[in-house]
């Protein structure tokens, strides 16, 4: 009787598993970057540099480059590690800033501050900056709107100063006369503006006022609680950076709003 014998099986892991792996790891990483947060601020350059780094990577035998030769490689070989990264940091870092240096407006509610997909909001509480009816800056709130300009300082975005009321209407025979909430919302956020500009030596480029009246409520209109939140003049540190006049297509024209207001 004939004997059957086994063919000896190669021992180890199949050659097509190590292309099979590799290329899972990079898809992965691909995938990645397209859903991330990041995938909004990566430029076109850097989005280039990323997919040549996949180039020559899928094979059986020897591979390409995993990095390209270049900036990429500069940023520690890590997809992720992208100049939006950079920002994204010095944002926090100015957040966690702003907290420490306004502690005391913080814990007294003269300042709120929150964050939201525009920026950062500083908000000063109408009643404690300025008279009812006023545009004046209060002369004892002006230190707080030093420690705001600090902040605003120590990162190169644009920032917009916006200016809200409540429903109430004004009374254009008082003593300031606006005619409207408009008017005085208008000229609550110019001043702050120029503020910054005179008193705080912020480049007035970076800056712009807007007036919402009583329009863009962030509480109730009928409490008197809910009115004095919505008194206020929010200064919004945008987080689009304010782009180097050598960067304009057009030099010679002056581009100094972000692109949400420049559009």
Known sequence: MAIMFKKSEKKGTPAWMVSMGDMNNLLMCFFIVLMGEEVTTIGKEDFSMILSSFRG?????????????????????NILSLPSTERKKAYSRVFKYAQEILKPELLMRTVRM???????????????????????????????????????KEIPNYVRVEGHTDSVPVRPEAKHGYDSNWELSAARSVNVLRFFADDGDIPQKRMSAVAFGQFRPVDTNNTPEGRAYNRRVDIVILKEREVPEDKYEHPEISRPLPDEEWK
């Open 57 to 77: 990577n899928v094979g059986v035998m020897e591979g390409g480059k995993s990095i390209s030769k270049g900036r990429l490689a500069d940023l520690g070989q």
């Open 114 to 152: 929150r964050e939201d997909e525009r920026g950062l909001i500083i908000s000063l509480a109408s009643d404690a900056f300025f008279d009812q009816g006023s545009a004046a800056i209060l002369k004892d709130t002006k230190p707080i709107l030093k420690k705001i300009s600090k902040i605003i």
